[in-house]
């Protein structure tokens, strides 16, 4: 579902002075709530003036606005940083995920001409207007060739190429200066990454051949569908693809149990292949990314401008995760978390007891995998009863290496999608395989 048409700020200044709109709206929003709260005899604390939902609104009605890296940016820390953040930043960084206007046909125009010539809609019989989908990077449109052909078309939004690098450093500075990240925390090597991954992202060339060698590893597999870019239409901010008609991968909620369990095993699957076979993942977990064609059973595999390799050191640590699990070795797994990156030496020094009690937890969980129930979260109310003590303790916060990141990032959104869809499964035998010291 896209939003409504808001034209998307370009040029460098427009973008810094939304930010700037930001955080006087936000400012104007503490004094506002601060003299309200003081009436009331409150002595609300900085973070609580903060976080209010008008303030919430501005943020989140900016940052979509801007859309590009700033949205982006948004959206990977709501996927990744789970537990650790405040609940009420988390909905401001969730409601990113669907929140995304659309580019102004004067500006949709503007952006095809610079690609294809003032004459470009000779080349197409059709070219629907209103796009099908709006995400952070770009829209997508449908449209029909001469020859009947349907085709999907990517744009992408004017400036949000060159605007990356400041709109990541905005976005940074602003949690920074609310307080909601500690000055203690190192994220340099966190938005080095995201930039890197954002630059990629937006490249629509690299995601073309990204989306063919996808396709190739894929092709023999008959549970999956992958468009083929049209290479004569795409170009660095225009990609073209197979149009491939299908319904949203979450609409499966209200399908028999058996085809969702399915269509999560073979996505879970897939993960797993990413990891330990291909060396090789699409890292964005969104569900818009996955969707179901329901007269073949297939799925349908969207969106690899985050695709990118899986280093073997980094597959290695996981099986060796895994192994130490299938084993029961408490030891095992605090080494395992250590080397893939998710615990650090000092969190488990000031922790300890939290964190093993973490892993009793996860290990009393593996011994009934054999048939696993992603609709029974009980286990999961017992992990988060643990993490205020460690997310409190600001000072141990830690951010986990950039390849661990994305990887986990795509292994819990999958996750996420197995808890919407209340499958089981055999995790069991579809894990084992790959578990490895």
């Known amino acids: 579902m896209t939003g409504d048409a808001r034209k998307v700020p370009a040029g460098r200044f427009a973008r810094l002075g939304a930010f700037g709109q930001i955080a006087a709206g936000v400012a104007g929003g503490v004094v506002a709530e601060g003299a309200r709260r003081l009436a009331q005899g409150d002595r609300p604390s900085m973070a609580d003036l903060l976080l209010t939902p008008a303030n919430a609104a501005r943020v989140t009605d900016q940052l979509s606005r801007l859309r590009g890296a700033a949205m982006k940016l948004g959206q990977m820390i709501s996927l990744d940083a789970g537990d650790m953040l405040p609940p009420e930043l988390t909905q401001i960084l969730a409601r990113l995920r669907e929140s995304a206007n659309i580019m102004p046909p004067a500006q949709l125009e503007k952006v095809l001409a610079a690609s294809w010539g003032a004459g470009w809609r000779k080349r197409f019989r059709r070219f629907d207007a209103r796009p099908v989908a709006a995400a952070s990077i770009g829209q997508v449109h449908r449209a029909e060739l001469p020859d009947g052909r349907v085709v999907a078309i990517k744009v992408q939004y004017p400036g949000v190429a060159r605007s990356i690098d400041s709109d990541v450093d905005n976005v940074a500075t602003l949690l920074k200066v609310s307080g909601l990240l500690p000055a203690s925390l190192d994220v340099a090597p966190l938005l080095v990454e995201a930039k890197r991954q954002l630059h990629e992202e937006a490249d629509y060339l690299r995601e073309a051949a ?183 303790d600001r000072d141990s916060w830690h951010i986990p290496p950039a390849e661990a990141l994305f990887v986990q990032r795509k292994i819990s959104g999958t996750v996420l999608l197995a808890v919407r869809m209340k499958a089981r499964l055999p995790l069991k035998t579809m894990l084992q395989p790959y578990a490895s010291d």
């Open 210 to 392: 990204m989306m063919t060698r996808y396709a190739d590893l894929l092709a023999d597999n008959p549970l999956f569908v992958v468009p083929r870019p049209i290479m004569d239409l795409t170009g660095g901010q225009v990609l073209a693809m197979d149009f491939i008609a299908a319904r949203p991968i979450e609409t499966l909620d209200d399908a028999s149990a058996d085809v969702r369990n399915r269509v999560m095993q073979a996505l879970l699957g897939l993960v797993l292949r990413e990891l330990f076979e291909f060396g090789f993942m699409q890292t964005d977990p969104n569900f818009a990314n996955f969707r179901w064609i329901e007269a073949t059973g297939q799925i349908v595999v969207l969106d690899f401008g985050a695709a990118r390799a899986v280093a073997p050191d980094v597959a290695g640590d996981y099986g060796a995760l895994l192994a130490a699990g299938f084993r029961g070795d408490a030891a095992a797994v605090r080494q395992a978390l250590i080397n893939v990156g998710f615990v650090s030496p000092v969190q488990f020094e000031r922790h300890g007891e939290a964190l093993d009690r973490i892993i009793a937890i996860i290990l009393d969980q593996i011994r009934r995998i054999d048939d696993f129930d992603f609709a029974d979260r009980s286990f999961v109310e017992h992990i988060r009863a643990e993490v205020p003590g460690i997310a409190s």
